[in-house]
């Protein structure tokens, strides 16, 4: 148990649907991050939040669009996705942005059909 | 930018030693990261290293040179558990210290 808790698990969805990934902290912790892993690729790094603001966007495309109303909470949000976009869409938080070791969620496996 | 290098797999045999190299370019650095994940689980904090030198920790150690631009975590006694992919991550000095992760290392023990 890392304290950082993903849902959903897995996740199958249509190029057309809409839905979201929850991520919650139980750390007390400042910064939040998404990031995707792919097969045989380097974690990816999305987006960073710091005390709520959004710092870091990775030239992620808009049809994924994040959420983090506290410091404890973070969503994606998906909708339009293509199949390559098929991923383990993980979750972390430090106690401050960069500059310590992270604490990742067990990841959201997302597969488009 | 940074280029981060690490071997795609390896196997071993439990109680053997075993050496995962990562090695990086990078146009500033401020340290070195190694995360366990095993299969279908969250990746989870092994070491940090900023300094030259070695950092042991129990079964595994993990080396830095900064001059060289070369790390690698030493893993002793290896246990059938250890079977997992290792993460090797650059933290990058100044902006936003956020590291840079390589392909990660997948470690197959074998009895």
């Known amino acids: 148990e890392t304290g950082v808790t993903q849902t959903p698990r897995h996740l199958v969805m249509g190029m057309t649907n809409k839905k979201s990934l929850k991520c919650e902290q139980h750390?007390?912790?400042?910064?939040m991050y998404w990031y995707k892993q792919s097969a045989k690729k380097p974690l990816e790094l999305m987006f960073v939040?710091?005390?709520?603001?959004?710092?870091e966007n990775n030239s992620v495309p808009s049809r994924f669009s994040p959420e983090c109303p506290n410091s404890s909470h973070l969503f994606l949000h998906l909708h339009t996705l293509q199949p390559e976009d098929s991923a383990l869409y993980l979750c972390?938080?430090?106690?401050?942005?960069?500059?310590?070791?992270?604490?990742f969620g067990s990841g959201t496996q997302l597969s488009v059909l | 930018g940074q280029n981060i290098d690490q071997p795609t797999e390896m196997t071993a045999t439990e109680g053997a030693i075993v050496q995962i190299n990562c090695t990086y370019q990078t146009s500033g650095f401020n340290g070195l990261f190694w995360y366990q994940q095993h299969a279908g689980e969250a990746p989870t904090f092994l070491s940090y290293n900023v300094l030259d030198g070695l950092e042991e920790k129990g079964r595994f150690s993990s080396f830095l040179s900064r001059s060289k631009g070369y790390s690698y975590l030493l893993l002793k006694e290896l246990q059938m558990k250890d079977s997992a992919s290792y993460l090797c991550a650059v933290q990058p000095s100044g902006g936003s210290y956020i590291p840079t992760f390589g392909r990660g290392t997948s470690l197959i023990v074998h009895p």
């Open positions: 972390a938080s430090s106690q401050r942005k960069g500059n310590e070791k992270l604490f």
């Open positions: 939040y710091n005390f709520k603001e959004q710092t």
């Open positions: 750390l007390g912790h400042n910064a």
